[in-house]
DNA sequence: CTACGTGCAAAGGATTTGCCAGGCT
DNA sequence: AGCCTGGCAAATCCTTTGCACGTAG
C-alpha cells in the first residue's frame, strides 16, 4: 500500500503543491502540464480503485469546478498513450483507469456486490510465460479477470443490466 | 471464404435440416426458434473465431438476407444470457462473441498481426480456482488474454525511440 | 510568441428499444 | 389464437472532435 506522499514541501502555492505520482511521470513525459492535467493527474493519484471517465470528472470537478468532460477523456487517453494510465474493461461499456505504476495486479471482481479485489500472484506469472513460450511468443501485455462470488452468501441477487450496458460492475466498492 | 453447402443443394435453406450445436441448445433453453434465431445459430456454430455483430450480421445475410442488425443484437444478447454465448472485449470498441459451448479456452494475441490463438490449460484452471477459494470466492467466469509478439519473427526496424521510455506502440483492435 | 490545451456542443459509433406487423408453438 | 419475435428507425450511451480562445514553455 502506498501512503500518503510526505514531501515536506506543503506550501500552500495555490496548487502545485506537491507533484504527484502521476505529475511527475507526465512532466518526464514531456507533457505541457496544465493546472487541469495537474488536477487529474492529482485524483488519478489518489485514486485506490479503478475509476472511469465519469468518476474521474466527479472527483475532479469536487476539486476544482474548472475542468470539462471533453478533457478528462483528452487527458486519459493521452496518459493511456504515454503508458501512464493502463484502460481496463470490466464489462460496463465504460472504460475503467488504472495507474501503470501501481504494479503489476489483477483483478477479482464480485458479479453479486461489484467489488474488485485486486491481487498478485507469482506462479501466474510464471505460468502464462510458460504458455507463451510454448507457442513462440514473447508477452506483451496480459489481462486475467475473476469474476466470482462469495462461496457462502449465496443471496440470487436478479439484477437487471435494464438500459445501458451488458451486466458488469458499475461500482468499485469504496 | 465460406463454400456452397453441398448437403441438401435443392432445399433453399428451409430448416429443419440438421439442427446446429447452438439450435440445439437454444431449443434446451426452450427458446423460440424462429427462421432467423436458426440462421444465426448457425452462423454461430460455423463459426472458428470470434465475430463481432456486424459480422455476424454479414454472415447471416449472406445466407438469408432476411434479418436486421437489430435482430442479431438482440438474439446475441439472448444467448449470452442464456449461457450459449459469452462475449468477449479484444478492445476495439465492438464485442465479440464465442460459443460456450466449445469448452474453456483463452487467447493470446499476437498484437503485431491481430492473430488470435485460443488454448486451454488445465495448470490454469486449477491456479485461478485457488486463488478464488483463497478469497473465499466461487468463480462464475474467469477471462485470460495474454498479448504477445512473436519471439524470432520480429524483426521490427520501426524502432521509436520517444520522450522518456516505454513503447507505447498502440495498436489497437483489428 | 507560438504551439498546444481546453470548453462547449455537435458529431459519431455501437447497442438498445418502442411500436406494430408477422411467425412459431 | 396468443405471445413473443423481427424490422425499422429513433433513442441512448460513451467517446471523439471542430472551432475559437487562453496559456505553458
Redesign the pocket.
Known amino acids: 500500500m502506498d501512503h500518503a506522499t510526505h514531501t515536506h514541501a506543503k506550501a500552500p502555492q495555490g496548487k502545485g503543491a506537491d507533484p504527484t505520482r502521476i505529475e511527475r511521470l507526465c ?1 518526464e513525459r514531456g ?7 495537474r488536477l487529474i493527474a492529482r485524483v488519478l493519484s489518489e485514486a485506490e480503485d479503478h475509476p ?3 468518476e474521474l470528472y466527479r472527483r475532479a470537478i469536487a476539486l476544482d469546478s ?6 478528462v ?6 496518459l493511456e498513450e504515454k503508458g501512464i494510465l493502463e484502460r481496463r474493461d470490466f464489462g ?4 475503467r483507469y488504472d495507474p501503470a505504476d501501481r504494479g503489476h495486479h489483477h483483478h477479482l471482481i464480485d458479479v453479486d456486490t461489484g467489488t474488485v479485489i485486486e491481487f498478485e500472484d507469482e506462479e501466474f506469472e510464471r505460468l502464462v510465460e510458460g504458455i507463451a513460450a510454448r507457442y513462440g511468443f514473447t508477452l506483451v501485455q496480459q489481462r486475467l479477470e475473476l469474476f466470482g462470488k462469495k462461496a457462502d452468501a449465496a443471496p440470487d441477487a436478479r439484477r437487471r ?6 451486466p458488469g460492475a458499475k461500482k468499485d466498492g469504496e
Not at 92 to 95: E, H, I, K
Not at 161 to 166: D, H, N, Q, S, V
Open positions: 512532466i507533457l505541457k502540464m496544465t493546472g487541469q492535467r472511469d471517465v465519469e474548472k475542468v470539462s468532460i471533453a478533457t477523456y483528452r487527458t486519459v487517453r493521452l460496463g461499456g465504460r472504460s443490466p435494464g438500459p445501458g450496458a451488458g
